[in-house]
Antibody, heavy 122, light 108 residues
Framework: QLRLQESGPGLVKPSETLSLTCTVS??????????WGWFRQPPGKGLEWIAH???????YHNPSLKSRVTLLADTSNSQFSLRLTSVTAADTAVYYC??????????????WGQGTLVTVSS | SYVLTQPPAVSVAPGKTASIACGGN??????VHWYQQKPGQAPVLVIY???DRPSGIPERFSGSKSGNTATLTISRVEAGDEADYYC???????????FGGGTKLTVL
């Protein structure tokens, strides 16, 4: 059964870089042919797509975040990661990772990780 | 940028039918997916490709589209259906994923 688990610091200082990792179990990232995505949800607000990527590096980004976002895949360790630079309080949110199922340009996200809260504060 | 519009809240009595709308320009040509999110939990897919149900999702959940609106319908609503519901599409004109703002379903 495919499972995803986010991990990373729960507190990041303003202007610094947020780094999160999603560990995938139950399927091989390198051979499965899936895209893998990142999302976030500020407290009390809705879902926001950040980006998703294929294991080879092909990626699609939310234009509002693209200049600050880097996605990396480490298929040997079944992990993919998110880096968000120059964070502010507005980046405080629960961050989720998920698998894209179906076509890269029409598919859905399932399953999702449990999410991890990242607070930006000094 | 593409916008999906959902009502902020919908209320329904137990046993009745809830309909949650998701409006978007030319949504008829996009594939619409729906997620359920209960407090403190991750989203869970309940409908994909407009009206298909993942395994484990009750038949009470269904999806449809008409004109510029997609609709999630929950029949015979139960207390356990109380949650936030989000629609999602891929905006083919910009190659971006878009979520609706979410609808809070309250079971009276």
């Amino acid at each position: 059964q495919l499972r995803l688990q986010e991990s990373g610091p729960g507190l990041v200082k303003p202007s610094e870089t947020l780094s999160l990792t999603c560990t995938v179990s139950g399927v091989s990232m390198s051979t499965s042919g899936y895209f893998w995505g990142w999302f976030r949800q500020p407290p009390g607000k809705g879902l926001e797509w950040i980006a998703h990527m294929y294991s080879t590096g092909t990626s699609y980004h939310n234009p509002s975040l693209k200049s600050r976002v880097t996605l990396l895949a480490d298929t040997s360790n079944s992990q993919f990661s998110l880096r968000l630079t120059s964070v502010t309080a507005a980046d405080t949110a629960v961050y989720y990772c998920a698998r894209l199922y179906g076509d890269y340009n029409s598919g859905w996200f399932d399953p999702w990780g449990q999410g991890t809260l990242v607070t930006v504060s000094s | 940028s593409y916008v999906l519009t959902q009502p902020p809240a919908v209320s329904v009595a137990p046993g009745k039918t809830a309909s949650i709308a998701c409006g978007g320009n030319n949504i008829g040509i996009e594939s619409v997916h729906w997620y359920q999110q209960k407090p403190g939990q991750a989203p869970v897919l309940v409908i994909y490709y407009d009206n298909d149900r993942p395994s484990g999702i009750p038949e009470r959940f269904s999806g449809s589209k008409s004109g510029n609106t997609a609709t999630l319908t929950i029949s015979r609503v139960e207390a356990g259906d109380e949650a936030d519901y989000y629609c999602q599409v891929w905006d083919s004109s910009s190659d971006h994923v878009v979520f609706g703002g979410g609808t809070k379903l309250t079971v009276l």
